[in-house]
């Protein structure tokens, strides 16, 4: 397929400074938690991108100094000849598919001291320190000021004897010493660098003064919060008017509004496509450098509009690029459909706000696995055995995600089976609630895909027995039945039924009310959420919308639960608050009554009453085994059938995210021919082992990820998807 020509403004090549973008797709800054410290995960994930057709390619924050740390993130650092070693790595596999490598340097004020036990690093006045620990950062001394620009310059040279072609100097976050010095509420200093606006920017003058004046080859870009969306620095005054003062120092500007990660990476609950761009408009008149700016930006019309009418010279994007990595390739070739589209659910950034965590996505599982499971997204191995019958139970994101790969494997004879009228499982009813109608995008895309792959046949409407299956002539069989939310309440903290919940006509799933639609209306409705993440809160809106008193009881203090590492919390409560929910944090559901419930305080142990005439329990989901365990229990039956891979994926082994249940799915269709692909293939566990050299580094494995048989969809489907009686399969043929 061509290129549509409305996309051709795309790809046309931009000079800035010394270098040239070969189009107008630009990989932000991001974190993935790998760091300098997995030089190998970092360098695979980002060279991904690179190959995908991005024309740069960014680390995430590079620290100019190593006693800022803070253990929450493993971040980069440029400070030595080791870190120096470690990017060269990751700048060559960028540069090695033809983009630029850009590196974000940063001196970050947050430091916590909880790794290295050094006192927290001056920042710009005294101040309690970000982060989790009890200290506080001292306030810049003139000395202290002129050590953290030559860190800078320290680090922007050995940037560039690494290879980098792109030295973006960071004032984005609160953490940054350069912006916080911009930012009237913090900056109390009485001396030249605090004040006037003149003051403020005086160290970002002398910082990109000096940077410049460091490297000989490299481009400068600015990497800049034009606004802090809180009314500290707004677009139209300091934002403006640093990008005037700071515009002769940089060859490309990097653009984005607000904190991380809220609103900055706002969740598609509350922030559209595109939100940013009034910003960009209001700044742009300032700006004679090319302006890259970010907005999650999926739609190739959209972006190709913003660089036509001049607002941006080139798309930014760090999540379109995660759940994409070759959007910009598909985008040249013309295949919209096959763009993994972000939906915007953030499970990304959250993994990266946890301690010790790797980055994930919901709609592409081989994000983090460049390297250490040598994944391609768009490269698959072909079996030996192409023909090999498989037939998978459930087409929820476990099963889904199962079967479009073994599809794009090559396998020919894939049967996926649901009892409902529709794909999807669980994403067939989540993106009706609130707020999360993008999500649909990860149906989307599926649906998009095996309409296109001639070897999986889709059955619906059939829900399958364990004779069933035996009988139906697949040599190997996935059950991916899914998981049911649990109506009896039982929770992380009291591992009994609730008194009272089971068989009670007043008290409610997520799954019932969904997936029947039920509206209640003038009622009082308790939400009981211990699952803490964004059910519990998405059915409370949802059930407040359609004009009930609403209670929502959740079994934390903190009532953000996981929707804090979202980013989505921020605006969820206040949406709960504004429907006039009341919120009950730290309690626990004891019993349904008749006409109300008992609730009881975590901390005190209080008791108190409440009327409801409805109650949602939105506590755990329960797998649902009977399908696998009837099998797993005829071992003979299975032999007979000639059944020789029985494998359980998803919510129906553990109920997860997601993510999960998806890389569940991926993983198991990957590993599909190994001996028992229910057990997981070894990876690279990237660590020092004594003694050894790289290669015991690397566990000996080699990475595989350009390996496999690259699958270029659109492939001809032989038959209509839609037809349902398509049962058997004996023996590798159909019926
Ligand atoms: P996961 O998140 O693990 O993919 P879901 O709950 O989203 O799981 O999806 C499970 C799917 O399995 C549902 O669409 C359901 O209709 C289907 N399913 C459950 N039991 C059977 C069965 N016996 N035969 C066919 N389909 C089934
Ligand atoms: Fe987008 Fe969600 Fe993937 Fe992040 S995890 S890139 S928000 S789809």
């Known amino acids: 397929m061509a290129r549509d020509p409305r996309h051709d403004v795309l790809f046309e090549p931009l000079r800035i400074g010394p270098r040239t973008l070969r189009n107008r797709f630009y990989v932000t800054p991001h974190a993935t938690n790998f760091g300098t410290d997995f030089p190998g995960a970092e360098a695979y994930y980002r060279g991904m991108r690179a190959e995908g057709g991005w024309a740069a390619v960014s680390t995430g924050a590079c620290l100019v100094n190593i006693d800022a740390d803070n253990p929450r993130w493993n971040l980069h650092h440029l400070v030595d000849d080791g870190d120096e070693n470690n990017l060269r790595l990751l700048a060559s596999k960028v540069q090695e598919h033809g983009a630029l490598a850009g590196v974000e340097l940063i001196y970050y004020a947050a430091g916590t001291g909880l790794r290295t036990r050094l006192p927290a690093r001056p920042g710009v006045s005294q101040v309690r320190s970000y982060g989790i620990s009890e200290c506080s950062a001292p306030a810049m001394t003139k000395a202290d000021i002129r050590q953290i620009q030559r860190q800078y310059v320290d680090a922007a040279r050995r940037a560039e004897r690494a290879g980098f072609d792109l030295i973006n100097v960071h ?83 990097d653009l984005q509004v607000g904190r991380w990660i809220y609103p900055d990476a706002g969740p598609s609950r509350s922030h559209r496509q595109g939100w940013q761009v009034p910003y960009y408009e209001t700044v742009r008149p300032a700006a004679t450098k090319p302006i890259v700016g970010v907005g999650r930006f999926t739609d190739p019309d959209v972006m190709a509009d913003l660089v036509r009418t001049g607002v941006l010279d080139v798309i930014g994007a760090a999540r379109p690029s995660i759940s994409d990595p070759f959007l910009p390739a598909k985008v040249d070739e013309g295949r919209l459909e096959d763009i993994r589209e ?247 559901l004891r019993e349904v009554l008749d006409g109300g419930v008992e609730l009881e305080d975590r901390t005190t142990g209080r008791i ?47 109920p997860r995210p997601i993510a999960d249940a998806a890389f569940d799915g991926h993983r198991v269709a990957r590993e599909f021919d190994s001996p028992d692909p229910g057990t997981p293939q070894t990876f690279i566990r990237e660590r020092r082992v004594v003694g050894f050299g790289d290669g015991a580094f690397d566990g000996g494995l080699p990475p595989t990820a350009t390996r496999g048989v690259r699958t270029t969809l659109p492939l001809v489907r032989a038959q209509d998807a839609g037809s349902t009686d398509r049962r058997h399969i004996k023996k590798g043929q159909e019926q």
Not at 194 to 222: K, P, Q, T, Y
Not at 460 to 481: E, F, M
């Open 342 to 588: 972000c939906i915007g659910c953030n499970m990304c950034a959250s993994r990266v706000e946890i301690p010790g965590a790797f980055i994930a996505c919901t709609q592409n599982a081989t994000v983090g696995e460049e390297y250490r499971r040598g994944w391609h997204p768009e490269v698959f191995t072909r079996p030996a055995d192409t023909e090999a019958p498989v037939l998978v139970i459930g087409a929820g994101p476990a099963g889904l995600e199962c079967a479009v790969t073994l599809g794009r494997r090559g396998f020919e004879n894939v049967h996926l089976v649901d009892a409902g009228d529709s794909l999807g499982g669980i994403m067939r009813w989540i993106p009706r609630l609130p707020g999360l109608q993008e999500w649909s995008r990860f149906l989307d895309y599926r649906v998009s895909q095996l309409d296109r792959l001639k070897g999986v046949e889709v059955i619906l409407n059939r829900k399958l027995t364990a004779d069933d299956v035996l009988d139906y002539g697949a040599a190997s069989v996935v059950v991916a039945t899914g998981a049911a939310w649990d109506p009896t309440g039982v929770n992380t903290y009291v591992h009994r039924p609730v008194p009272g919940a089971a068989g009670n006509d007043a008290v409610y799933t997520p799954d019932q009310i969904m997936r029947d639609d039920l509206r209640f209306s003038g009622l009082r409705v308790v939400v009981f959420d211990a699952d803490r993440y964004f059910m519990g809160q998405s059915i409370a809106e949802r059930i407040a919308a359609d004009g009930n008193e609403v209670v929502f009881v959740s079994s934390e203090a903190d009532v953000q639960g996981y929707l804090r590492l979202t980013g989505e919390a921020q605006y969820q409560i206040r949406r709960l608050l504004d429907l006039g929910v009341k919120i009950v944090p730290n309690s626990i």
């Open 608 to 654: 108190d009453r409440l009327g409801a005439d409805a109650v949602v329990m939105v506590t755990q989901r329960v797998p649902d085994t009977s399908l696998h365990d009837a099998l797993a229990a005829d071992p003979a039956g299975l032999e007979r059938a000639g059944i020789t891979k029985l494998l359980r994926i998803g919510d129906c082994l553990v």
């Open 171 to 253: 004032l984005r976050e609160a953490g940054s010493v350069a912006y916080q010095l911009l930012d009237p509420y913090l900056n109390t200093r009485t001396d030249e660098y605090g004040g006037s606006f003149a003051n403020r920017v005086r160290f970002a003058v002398e910082l990109f003064d000096m940077v410049r004046d460091a490297v000989d080859d490299c481009a400068i870009v600015g990497g800049f919060c034009i606004d802090s969306a809180d009314g500290r620095i707004e677009a139209a005054e300091d934002g403006y008017r640093f990008i005037e003062t700071i515009d002769s120092y940089v060859d490309l500007w």
